[in-house]
């Protein structure tokens, strides 16, 4: 087994909540509106996090948008600051922009308002903030502060000496060379303080700085390994960060009712693929049955939410020997999750007109998202589920949602579980807004229809993995997308 920092070692790791794609993407209502919102949050905190309100058919019909910021564990009344307004973006009449200061790190939720015909309505997304930067002072502008402060000191040891030295002359009178000595120790004792000063105030600076570099956001640690259970193998995920050994992390909360998703990616070829619900074996060991997949190396990628709404993603690679997956050996003692899924082949191409990917019961998934879609460009994947003849897919809930997605980039340094309703987690949206615990639904679009808002942060080629469920059956297809610059 190799550590995942071997893996993606200088990836930008954005979002808490994903890997390298920092953006919150919503798909939702608020009240009598529909809209959907994108929440691109700031690298360093506290710092402005920018919010795209869109309000399809709300043109002519809405007359104010406001957004606010509330954190996890703001009172409520008086808890969070008043709405800002979000204005108009000019030649979309239904797109509008606004800018929210976002002071602490933590789980917000970002209250979306919308007033017009047909009444008013609230959405909330939930946003995770973390500090992912501090930004350096230019170079230039440290010279030009230096000299500067350089020539501050100079003055006041020049002050200081002339004032010993002179202020008890008479008119006329010249200066004496006891009076000199005077003001030359005078400007010694000055220098010796405000250098003091000065070197005591920058290792408070220092001080101040490493504290805050410190607050850097960090995923926490684990180590996956693939292992015997006195039976079949069986997946082991466990967190080996001090912050967690030390419980300085709130306990979890389920998400879909699992308290975490676990998302298992053969890697470099994308051949393999499973969705599994580790239960916890103790209080920093999570465990599950290893799915039908062959032997290889895997990265793994595990979604939790804590209590107070904040959620992450784990990273690790796992190496799996043929040993541990002879044919005939025992089956794990651990049971299973019903939910949990696997699929192995080849994605289709996506660029490919009229794309589609054979589902194992018959049915077929098809491709009607952009065939090139480019970077940081919003979009929709949208997709066709067509049951063996030919006809729309009747679909049934598969843990709440209509649909699952996850995509990864080939290289590991994009990693995103979407849903209908966009990025949001849905544990951290039942922890911040309990009473709208239902809300996003299904989010399933037109019959046999299932649609993800999304826009790629990189270039490159990544993989799709949809899953829907027809007759109690997890059906997987997937694609593979060139994303352009």
Same mark, same amino acid.
């Given at each position: 087994m190799r550590r995942a920092l %071997?893996?993606? +070692?200088?990836?930008? %790791?954005?979002? +808490?909540g994903h890997v390298g794609s920092k953006n919150v993407f919503f798909a939702g209502d608020a009240g009598p509106y529909p809209v959907s919102v994108v929440v691109r949050p700031p690298d360093v905190v506290p710092g402005l996090a920018e919010i795209s309100v869109r309000i399809p058919g709300g043109a002519g019909e809405v007359e104010r948008v406001t957004v606010r910021p509330v954190r996890w564990?703001?009172?409520?009344?008086g808890g969070a600051p008043p709405p800002d307004p979000a204005v108009p973006v000019p030649g979309d009449p239904e797109l509008y922009s606004a800018e929210l200061w976002l002071m602490t790190v933590g789980a917000y939720r970002i209250e979306v308002t919308v007033e017009g015909a047909r009444g008013e309505g609230t959405a909330s997304v939930p946003v995770t903030s973390v500090m992912l930067d501090v930004l350096d002072m230019p170079p230039l502008l440290g010279a030009v502060l230096l000299l500067l402060g350089a020539l501050l000191l100079a003055g006041a040891v020049t002050i200081a000496g002339a004032a010993v030295r002179e202020s008890r002359l008479g008119p006329d009178e010249a200066v004496q060379t006891t009076q000199r000595r005077w003001g030359w120790f005078a400007m010694t004792c000055a220098a010796a303080l405000l250098l003091t000063g000065a070197y005591w105030g920058n290792a408070w600076w220092d001080a101040v700085d490493r504290d805050v570099r410190g607050g850097i956001f960090e995923r926490l640690a684990v180590e996956g390994v693939v292992t015997g259970d006195g039976g079949g193998p069986v997946l082991e995920v466990r967190i080996t960060d001090p912050s967690w050994l030390g419980r300085n992390w709130s306990p979890l909360v389920p998400d879909h009712g699992k308290l975490m998703h676990m998302f298992v990616i053969a890697a470099p070829d994308m051949n393999a693929f499973a969705h599994l619900h580790p239960v916890p074996a103790d209080s920093a060991t999570f465990r599950v049955p290893w799915p039908d997949l062959p032997p290889g190396e895997y990265r793994i990628y595990g979604?939790?939410?804590?209590?107070?709404?904040?959620?992450?993603?784990?990273?690790?690679?796992?190496r799996v020997e043929a040993g541990a997956l002879v044919e005939g050996a025992p089956r794990a003692m651990l049971e299973g999750d019903p939910d949990d899924s696997s699929w192995r082949g080849a994605a289709a191409q996506a660029s490919v007109p009229g794309a589609s990917a054979s589902l194992s019961d018959g049915s077929s998934l098809h491709w009607l998202g952009a065939e090139e879609p480019r970077v940081d460009e919003e979009t929709v994947l949208s997709f066709a589920v067509r049951d063996p003849a030919g006809e729309p897919a009747v679909l049934e809930p598969y843990m709440g949602m209509i649909s699952h997605a996850a995509l990864t980039r080939d290289d590991g340094s994009v990693f995103v579980h979407l849903h209908p309703a966009g990025t949001i987690s849905m544990g951290s949206l039942s922890v911040l807004v309990p009473q709208m615990e239902s809300m996003a639904g299904a989010g399933e679009g037109d019959a046999g229809t299932v649609e993800f808002p999304y826009a790629f942060p990189q270039p490159g080629d990544y993989t799709i993995w949809v899953q829907v469920k027809r007759a109690g059956e997890v059906l997987t297809g997937a694609f593979r997308v060139r994303v352009m610059e």
């Open positions: %071997l893996l993606v +070692a200088g990836l930008y %790791l954005a979002t +808490a564990d703001a009172a409520p009344e979604d939790i939410v804590h209590e107070s709404g904040f959620a992450q993603t784990v990273v690790d690679t796992v």
